[in-house]
């Protein structure tokens, strides 16, 4: 099984695009800090991110640099030919789910939304005419 469960911070801003079919990615980075061991120095892991359809246009909405999010996913190895001609290696992590920790209205946090107004739920009127009752 192939799964990461990632928490970290923004790197860059989103950067929104459609591949040539109309298919919404957004890619961008984060940045992980590792537990520390004793006295030693943080150290920290970044991560390429990808999301595709919906959760890509989503992110590229409501996230930028600096916020915080948790990412659900796989790791994508990849290998390519670099333009001096050496192989090299791509880790990527694409997105199955990922969510928003940074709270809303703090400083660098997600632009301000009003969530849709609640559907009203038909009201049930009472029905007293028993005049066209059979029996």
């Known amino acids: ?28 980075g984060i940045a992980v800090n590792r537990r520390r061991t004793g006295d030693s120095e943080p150290q920290v892991d970044f991560f390429n991110v990808t ?9 590229a909405r409501f996230c930028k640099k600096g916020n915080k999010i ?23 992590v694409i997105a199955d789910d990922i969510e928003f920790l940074t709270p809303k209205n703090s400083a660098g946090g ?15 009127e009472a029905f007293d005419d028993d005049s066209d009752i059979p029996f």
């Open 70 to 92: 948790s990412v659900v996913g796989q790791i994508q190895i990849r290998q390519y030919e670099g333009n001096d001609g050496t192989k090299r290696t791509s880790v990527d």
């Open 1 to 28: 099984m192939n799964k990461v469960f990632l928490i970290g911070n923004l790197t860059r801003d989103p950067e929104l695009s459609e591949t040539a079919s109309g298919i919404a990615v957004c890619r961008f």
């Open 110 to 124: 997600e632009e301000d939304f009003t969530p849709a107004a609640p559907k009203k739920r038909p009201t049930l």
């Open 51 to 59: 999301a595709w359809r919906g959760l890509a246009d989503t992110v």
